[in-house]
């Protein structure tokens, strides 16, 4: 019974034709992982509603493009032409987002190859891991922060910033350093790692003594870590 349930539409077939029936259950199967893998894949996060439709239908669109190749080499080579042309139109999304795009392309091919059961598991797996990811918060890390600092260009910012950032900072290092307004302003970009996340707004009024209460802003490194 359960291998009857992970045999192959296509397995049976002695033809290379493809019957309407298949195609439609195929298809129908495609949408209804489609429908799944965004649910599972938007729990706790923040995308675009037209990233939810694309992710939707991605494996469907998959699924027909693999059955329509059918063992063709000439198809397969420009439908993997077009797929690549894809990639260079299309706004970078984060890490997540491009991961999610393959699983969808994973389960649309293998549905598309008739193996619908195999699928439906694989969809579940990966989509399930994601979420399990997400509640575990896999590679977040809370007291790591993004540090950017304002100062005017008469100030000089080699060490001026040290005795605050050890106070409140178990580690920290300058990465960037950029000028801006006419070359009037500077902007500093600290990597650090707080020693008491509760601490923000302190170290915050201590830096704008230092920097002439200029801009100073601080947000979490996943923010600016999220694109690949």
Not at 36 to 48: H, I
Not at 51 to 62: Q, W
Not at 135 to 151: H, K, P, Q, S
Not at 177 to 195: A, F, H
Request: hydrophobic share 50%.
């Amino acid at each position: 019974m359960l291998d009857s349930l992970f045999r192959g539409v296509f397995d049976s077939e002695l033809t290379a034709v493809i019957a309407p029936a298949d195609f439609l259950l195929c298809v129908a199967v495609s949408l209804l992982i489609g429908l799944l893998l965004c649910g599972m894949t938007m729990w706790r996060s923040k995308s675009s509603g037209s990233f939810a439709v694309t992710l939707a239908l991605l494996p469907a669109v998959v699924c027909v493009v693999i059955m329509m190749v059918n063992g063709n080499v000439g198809a397969g080579v420009a439908v993997a032409g077009a797929f690549s042309l894809v990639r260079f139109r299309s706004v970078p999304g984060s890490a997540r987002e491009i991961g999610a795009i393959f699983i969808a392309m994973g389960a649309g091919l293998i549905a598309g190859m008739g193996y619908l059961a195999y699928a439906a598991l694989f969809a579940l797996t990966l989509g399930g891991a994601t979420m399990l990811y997400t509640a575990l918060r896999l590679g977040e890390r809370g007291r790591c922060r993004t540090l950017r600092i304002t100062i005017p260009e008469d100030l000089d910012y080699t060490g001026v910033f040290d005795p605050v950032l050890k106070e409140y900072a178990a580690d920290y290092a300058l990465k960037h350093v950029k000028t801006t307004n006419m070359g009037s302003l500077y902007k500093l970009t600290y990597d650090l790692t707080l020693r008491d996340p509760a601490q923000e707004k302190a170290l915050i009024d201590e830096l704008r003594l230092r920097n002439g209460n200029l801009e100073i802003s601080i947000s979490s490194q996943a923010t600016a870590a999220a694109g690949l």
